[in-house]
């Protein structure tokens, strides 16, 4: 759960990021995109979270 979140603000922040430098408007499937961010950073902090 806490990974989950960790990978939501993530998300959250990419975003912010995207609509700031003007990226967001030129995303074929943003919430495709936006979901495959959350997926990658909830699955690499569990991955570092749970590795040892």
């Avoid at 939501?8 to 609509?19: E, F, S």
């Avoid at 995109?33 to 570092?48: G, N």
């Amino acid at each position: 759960m806490l990974c989950t979140f960790i990978g939501l603000l993530g998300a959250l922040i990419i975003r912010v990021l995207l609509i700031y430098w003007g990226i967001d408007d030129k995303l074929p499937f943003p919430l495709i995109f936006y979901f495959a961010v959350l997926l990658s950073i909830s699955l690499t902090i569990s991955l570092f979270y749970f590795s040892y």
